[in-house]
């Protein structure tokens, strides 16, 4: 759910600084500035990151059986999260002030304050860190592998089938020789006369009134 939402609030903000971009007026001295470099990564770099990332959570319990351990992923959402913008709000402030981008060194160009160096610095940093939060993430999928939490049936109250097969994980044809009867569609939340939000496709009408 975490980097579910810090999609959508990545992908508004990153899609925001594109405007300045739909702007000829603005777009001409912006173009080929780290201004672009930010925009675009945080278009389609971070924000599609973050949404794999957040499908490894959460199909890991039923590929693996097992969660992820929760304190490692939280540090690792919080530390991605918050270090992209820490990354990418001061490139976008660096483009602003005319860096471009792919040059390797700057040399003697007076029009750019000192301030950039400072902050080509910070980034860097940040990076490392966030680097370092990927090297978590990893050791989070091998170590929860054999030692994490043995999953429950459906961790997540899932309504459709794949949460709902006779194994954790499934076994070959995820549902044995019997295949399960579908009773209503598989996002159907907040069915009618049920005592819970979350009802199973393949629970029967009778039986909802009693989940």
């Given at each position: 759910?975490?980097?579910?939402?810090?999609?959508?609030?990545?992908?508004?903000?990153?899609?925001?600084t594109?405007?300045f971009?739909?702007?000829?007026a603005v777009?001409?001295?912006l173009?080929?500035t780290?201004?672009?470099?930010?925009?675009?990564?945080?278009?389609?770099?971070?924000?599609?990151?973050l949404?794999?990332?957040?499908a490894?959570?959460h199909w890991?319990?039923l590929?693996t059986?097992?969660?992820l351990?929760?304190?490692m992923?939280?540090?690792h959402f919080w530390?991605?999260?918050?270090?992209?913008?820490?990354?990418?709000?001061?490139m976008?402030?660096?483009?602003f002030v005319?860096?471009?981008r792919r040059?390797?060194?700057l040399?003697?160009?007076?029009?750019?304050?000192?301030?950039v160096?400072?902050?080509?610095?910070?980034?860097t940093i940040?990076?490392?860190?966030?680097?370092?939060?990927?090297m978590?993430?990893?050791?989070?999928?091998?170590?929860?592998?054999?030692?994490?939490k043995?999953?429950?049936?459906?961790?997540?109250?899932?309504?459709?089938?794949?949460w709902?097969?006779?194994?954790?994980?499934?076994?070959?044809?995820?549902?044995?020789?019997e295949?399960p009867v579908?009773?209503?569609?598989?996002?159907?939340y907040?069915v009618?006369?049920?005592?819970?939000?979350f009802?199973?496709?393949n629970?029967?009408d009778?039986a909802?009134k009693g989940?």
């Open positions: 759910m975490l980097f579910a939402i810090a999609f959508i609030v990545t992908f508004v903000n990153g899609g925001i594109g405007l971009l739909g702007n000829v777009d001409v001295p173009s080929d780290m201004f672009v470099v930010a925009h675009f990564h945080m278009v389609m770099g971070v924000a599609p990151a949404v794999i990332f957040g490894v959570y890991y319990p590929m059986g097992r969660m351990n929760e304190t992923g939280k540090f530390v991605t999260f918050l270090g992209t913008y820490l990354i990418y709000f001061p976008h402030y660096i483009g005319g860096v471009p040059y390797f060194e040399g003697d160009t007076t029009f750019i304050p000192d301030s160096a400072t902050l080509n610095a910070f980034i940040v990076t490392l860190i966030v680097g370092f939060a990927q978590v993430f990893l050791f989070n999928l091998i170590w929860s592998y054999t030692k994490g043995i999953a429950e049936r459906n961790p997540w109250n899932a309504t459709s089938l794949e709902h097969t006779p194994e954790m994980p499934p076994g070959h044809g995820n549902f044995g020789k295949l579908v009773y209503r569609w598989a996002y159907d907040g009618p006369g049920a005592e819970k939000d009802i199973p496709q629970q029967p009778a909802t989940a």
